[in-house]
Structure formats: C-alpha cells, structure tokens
C-alpha cells in the first residue's frame, strides 16, 4: 500500500511535472511526440476502415528487427527502424493482395521479424536499456536530429496522404465499386502499406514495438464509434492520438515511469467513452417511438 500511494503521489506532483517540462529534452520529447500524434491520427481512420490492424502489428515487428540491427551496428535507431518497418509495409502490400492470404502473411513475417530482432538483441547484449526501450518505447530519450527525422517522416506521410486521399477513401469504403470505377486499388495498397509502416516506425520511438496499436489503431477505432463521417473520424482521430501521446509523456515525468504505459491507458480509455457514447446513440435510434 506504502508503494502505490507513493507512486500515486508522485504522479500527482504537479511542481515536478512544471518543473522537468522546462527541460530541453522534454520539450524536444514533446515536439516528436505531437508529429507522432498527427500523422498517426490521420491514418488510423483508414486503418480501422481498411482492416489493417494485424498488418500494422506485423509492421511493428519489423520496425523493431531494423532498430535492433542499428542498435547492433552502432547506427541511428530511428533509420533501422525506418527501413525495417518500409521493408514489411512492402512485403505486405505487394504479398497480401489477396485477401485469403492476408493473416497468413502477416503472421510469416510478424514471426520472422520478432524472431530475427530478438537474436540481434542477444547478440548485443551491453545496451539493456536501449533494448528495453524498442518494445516499449522511450520517447525522452529523443535528441534533435531524431526530432528532424520525425518531424520530417511526418510531414512527407502526410503530404503523401493528402495527394491520394479521396481514391485511396473510396477503395477502403467499396473496394469492388471503386475498382470497377478505375481506381488503382493494386498501386493504392502497397503505397498506403508504406504510409502507414513509415508512421509505425516513428510509433516505436514513443510506445515500442509491443505497444504501437495504441497510436495506430485505437483513435481510428475510437472516432468509428461516435461519427461515420470520414472527414470527422480523420480530425477526431488526430486529437485523440495527440491527447493520449500527448497526455501519456506529461502524466509519466513525475513518478518516472514508462511513457507507454500511459499512453496506452489514455488512449484505452477515449476508446472505452467513445464507444460508451456510441451505444447511447444507437440505442437513441433505435428505440421505438412513445405512445400518444
């Protein structure tokens, strides 16, 4: 009992909260952070409609293997990451086609990425803390150039995102009318496929490997409950990523604890009230009108 008021303490130590978010790191923490939140929350909408949730875990997977190998080589872990996480987006886009071979795909290379990741691990085995950090994220440990890197990423995946929105909306809403309209739907794929791996690298920075839905799936699953409105669900998945990303780095400065941990709680909590507004409504909707 002694531990957790003590912990709850801390994390309610609003003078040390002020105080480390004069930090340059913490400011540096946050900036990445409200890039994350952004690109995340615009993609997750398409996410949720396009049913990638197991492919964005996949994706996760990779990430991890290519932050592994730089950890080992001594490179940027944010480029390993980057480069594992584009690698399994492509697989995936160009392997998955099909739809009835989708899981199976996925589930190859989910397993080959973590397994692979985890043997360059052991093959490192002075930086624990480093490892630690790429399965459940790290985020304060973020310099200035990772913050360019992301910043960059960001704004590349939401240029890109913004060129091909309204066909690539329309292959995930009817897939088979959009085709027969002349949509693109096999280009459309592996490129969304590689969006949306450049954003779960960047997820790795905040929430690790293990952890990255909760950027990248729950706001998008979040703004489903409460508007069908594509555009609504794109602006409320954003402000929801952003509060829980956001949200989860202030709440962990004080007692110092992981910064996944409390963007997964936040962003799980959003879900659960969305989803309780939801059912409200539809119960609203459907009940039968009263007697005269």
């Known amino acids: 009992m002694n531990t957790l008021g003590e912990a709850l303490g801390k994390l309610f130590d609003f003078e040390v909260t002020a105080d480390l978010l004069t930090y340059p790191f913490v400011q540096q923490a946050l900036l990445a952070a409200a890039a994350l939140g952004l690109v995340s929350g615009a993609l997750a909408p398409l996410v949720v409609a396009r049913k990638m949730s197991f492919a964005v875990h996949g994706t996760a997977e990779l990430a991890f293997t290519g932050a592994a190998a730089a950890l080992l080589l001594g490179a940027s872990v944010g480029v390993g990451a980057l480069g594992g996480a584009v690698v399994a987006a492509l697989l995936l886009g160009l392997l998955g086609q099909r739809g009835s071979e989708r ?8 397993s080959f990425g973590l397994g692979v990741g985890v043997l360059l691990l052991w093959m490192n085995p002075q930086r624990t ?5 790429l ?3 790290q985020i304060v440990g973020v310099d200035s150039a990772d913050v360019a890197l992301l910043t960059g990423c960001a704004v590349a995946v939401l240029v890109v995102l913004a060129l091909v929105y309204r066909p690539l909306l329309f292959a995930s809403v009817d897939p088979d009318v959009a085709a027969a309209r002349g ?12 969006l949306v791996g ?11 490997a293990l952890l990255v839905l909760a950027l990248m799936v729950t706001p998008g699953a979040a703004a489903a409950r409460v508007t069908a409105s ?8 954003v402000v929801f990523a952003e509060a829980a990303v ?3 780095i202030v709440l962990s400065l004080a007692p110092g604890a992981p910064v996944s941990a409390f963007v997964t ?21 459907t009940r039968p009108p009263a007697a005269a």
């Open 129 to 133: 803390a480093n490892k630690f950090s």
């Open 198 to 208: 450049v954003a779960t690298a960047l997820g790795v920075y905040t929430v690790g």
């Open 230 to 237: 594509p555009l609504v669900a794109t602006v409320l998945g």
């Open 135 to 137: 399965l459940v994220g």
């Open 265 to 285: 709680i936040l962003s799980f909590v959003i879900y659960l009230v969305c989803r309780g507004i939801g059912n409200v409504r539809l119960k609203r909707a």
């Open 246 to 248: 956001l949200g989860g």
């Open 103 to 110: 899981d199976s795909v996925i589930g190859a290379i989910l």
């Open 183 to 194: 949509v693109p739907a096999r280009v459309l794929t592996p490129l969304f496929a590689v």
